[in-house]
T-cell receptor, first 116, second 112 residues
Framework: GAVVSQHPSRVICKSGTSVKIECRSL??????MFWYRQFPKQSLMLMAT?????????EQGVEKDKFLINHASLTLSTLTVTSAHPEDSSFYIC????????????FGNGTRLTVT | SQKIEQNSEALNIQEGKTATLTCNYT??????LQWYRQDPGRGPVFLLL?????KEKRKERLKVTFDTTLKQSLFHITASQPADSATYLC???????????FGTGTLLAVQP
């Protein structure tokens, strides 16, 4: 089955530093990947749509300079949280489709970011 | 405004009973609706997809209904087991970009 690998699973960083999260589709190519954010006991909030070879599309209220997305190949998208602050602490999850636009999303196992 | 709402209260049921979870949406006209399961600290896992022209979809102990007039989907787990305890999320497409928007999720706890 389609597998999405996300790394790291947990990261703790100091305020002001940047953190990069990787999302890989292991056995399929993904022209589009989606980045979500989830706060405790809340649902997934879509942050941005990552498009291979072009700029990401950000949802309203998401700072593109804060959350840098790069989708350099058909199997890798990265999310960089720049100049992280404690309020950026959250669970970040990436996902991708293995088929057409109506097919389900396959999710990575998420990255727990804690900014101290 | 657009909303996707699920029971915010946790659903506690006894093992062997049928769990029924509700997903209501407003100001969307989705061509399909999906259900996912999420365990703590993990990414969601896809369960079922139902299209707008389908009234019902089944997969093993799972059943989903989709009523586009009521703008509602029901998710049933029959003969529930403690291993079914998780958060269940409904999701539907959010516009022309085929991005998936998730509901608030319902925590299901099946007691042995």
């Amino acid at each position: 089955g389609a597998v999405v690998s996300q790394h790291p699973s947990r990261v703790i960083c100091k305020s002001g530093t940047s953190v990069k999260i990787e999302c890989r589709s292991l056995d399929f190519q993904a022209t589009t990947m989606f980045w979500y954010r989830q706060f405790p006991k809340q649902s997934l909030m879509l942050m941005a749509t990552s498009n291979e070879g072009s700029k990401a599309t950000y949802e309203q209220g998401v700072e593109k300079d804060k959350f840098l997305i790069n989708h350099a190949s058909l199997t890798l998208s990265t999310l960089t949280v720049t100049s992280a602050h404690p309020e950026d602490s959250s669970f970040y999850i990436c996902s991708a489709r293995a088929g057409n636009s109506n097919s389900p999303l396959h999710f990575g196992n998420g990255t727990r970011l804690t900014v101290t | 405004s657009q909303k996707i709402e699920q029971n915010s209260e946790a659903l506690n049921i006894q093992e062997g009973k049928t769990a029924t979870l509700t997903c209501n949406y407003t100001n969307y006209s989705p061509a399909y609706l999906q259900w996912y399961r999420q365990d703590p600290g993990r990414g969601p896992v896809f369960l079922l997809l139902i299209r707008e022209n389908e009234k019902e979809k089944r997969k093993e102990r799972l059943k989903v209904t989709f009523d586009t007039t009521l703008k509602q989907s029901l998710f049933h787990i029959t003969a529930s087991q403690p291993a079914d305890s998780a958060t269940y999320l409904c999701a539907l497409e959010g516009g022309a970009t085929n991005k998936l928007i998730f509901g608030t999720g319902t925590l299901l706890a099946v007691q042995p």
